[in-house]
């Protein structure tokens, strides 16, 4: 699973290094550079499938203009996982440079296995074949000695591995590094895009717009441990009890549509369909959905996760996500504008939360361990950490 992620010249930051737990918050002011880390982690994720570069960053907010920080050449983003083995690390690093005609390209890549008593590396990109500028030449390892192979260069080398011939732990190394970033999943639902009739689906999206299609498109026997998980978590958060929640195709279409039972008096129940739906159930659904089906092992970013609930909810949703967290193995972020939520976390957690602000100086997005700041033992001798965040004391 991925433990450090390190950004380079990305965007708003100019060196910082996030370290990733089970469960991670980061709290900081908007505007602080927030997203800017889930947008890393979702490019990483894309490198992982056989994409061209240019297409992936496309996707990504300011698209290859706003990749680089200002006045930079390229930036570097560089991800720490586990090994196979107990104390091994492998560590992936790719750096984005802009050419000529402002178009975004890899100008660097490689991957090391850190163990005990050395760093190995396994593959690093060089230089573009002068012959023909759409492959890049990469130098495969064995025992510190480099072949030398042509890969595509519009993709990450990290991408193309698993079709060539490779020693065994360079091939099984970037496999698992692969299967690492493929894992990363967002969350962001946006109700407004959740109430209409949607297309069955084999995926949740990270709008959950489709969320409905992929309910109705479960197996039975998936569709109702599904339902059962989400109306577990899902019930607290209303004034009254939603007795049922669940997606019905729609007859002669391959569309679904989501639909949930409420009790607001005693033994008087309502249907409502997305429709009727409030924003807070419609939202929560799509995360509490996102993290019940994720695959185990998988890294979880939750935008705002409090968005939409009420704060008496709190509670609630820190039991949700470490009892799914745990049960899944699941690694989660979440970022909060929240206090009641940071401080429903209890001082256990306190290792477990970042802040990010910008650096005065240069303007640059710093991140920092709350356990770290030199003032936390003076603040919470008459402050919660709620209330640190909300007078911005740290």
């Not at 100019?14 to 469960?23: H, K, V, Y």
């Not at 197996?219 to 577990?232: F, H, P, R």
């Amino acid at each position: 699973m991925i433990t450090e992620l390190r950004l380079r010249n990305w965007k708003s930051f100019s060196d910082a290094t996030l370290f990733i737990d089970p469960i991670t918050v980061i709290i900081g002011t908007n505007a602080s550079g927030k997203s800017n880390i889930f947008d890393a982690l979702k490019l990483l994720s894309a490198l992982a499938s056989p994409v061209d570069i240019v297409d992936i960053v496309k996707n990504v907010r300011g698209g290859a203009e706003g990749i680089i920080r200002r006045g930079e050449q390229l930036c570097n983003l560089t991800i720490t996982m586990e090994g196979d083995k107990s104390k091994e690390q492998l560590i992936f690093d790719v750096a984005l440079a802009l050419d000529e005609q402002r178009n975004v390209y890899i100008k660097d890549e490689s991957l090391i296995l850190n163990t005990t008593k050395k760093n190995l590396v396994l593959f690093e990109r060089k230089e573009l074949d002068k012959m023909n500028k759409s492959l890049v030449s990469v130098a495969l390892y064995t025992e510190g000695k480099p072949r030398y192979q042509n890969f595509s260069a519009k993709t990450s080398v990290l991408s193309q591995i698993e079709y060539v011939n490779c020693v065994r732990r360079i091939k099984d190394s970037v496999l698992a590094v692969v299967d690492n970033l493929k894992k990363i999943r967002m969350s962001n639902p946006i109700p407004e895009r959740m109430r209409d009739f949607a297309p069955l689906s084999k995926t949740i999206a990270e709008d959950a717009s489709d969320l409905a299609g992929y309910l109705a498109n479960l197996d039975e026997k998936s569709q109702a441990s599904t339902y059962e998980a989400i109306l577990k978590y899902l019930k607290p958060l209303p004034d009254r009890d939603i007795k049922s929640i669940r997606a019905d195709k729609i007859p002669m279409t391959d569309k679904a549509m989501l639909f949930c039972t409420e009790e607001w008096t005693a033994n008087h129940t309502q249907e409502q369909s997305a429709l009727g739906m409030s924003d807070g159930t419609l939202r929560f659904a799509g995360i509490i959905a996102m993290l019940v089906t994720a695959e185990d092992k998988a890294l979880i970013l939750l935008e705002e996760l409090d968005k939409g609930v009420h704060p008496s909810r709190a509670k609630d949703l820190v039991k949700m996500l470490k009892e799914i967290g745990k049960q899944k193995q699941l690694d989660i972020i979440c970022t909060t504008h929240n206090a009641t939520f940071v401080d429903e976390l209890g001082p256990q957690m306190i290792p477990f939360i970042s802040y990010i602000k910008r650096n005065d100086e240069n303007g640059c997005t710093d991140i920092h361990l709350l356990e770290e700041n030199e003032q936390l033992a003076r603040l919470m001798a008459s402050k919660s950490v709620g209330d640190m965040m909300t007078n911005n004391d740290l």
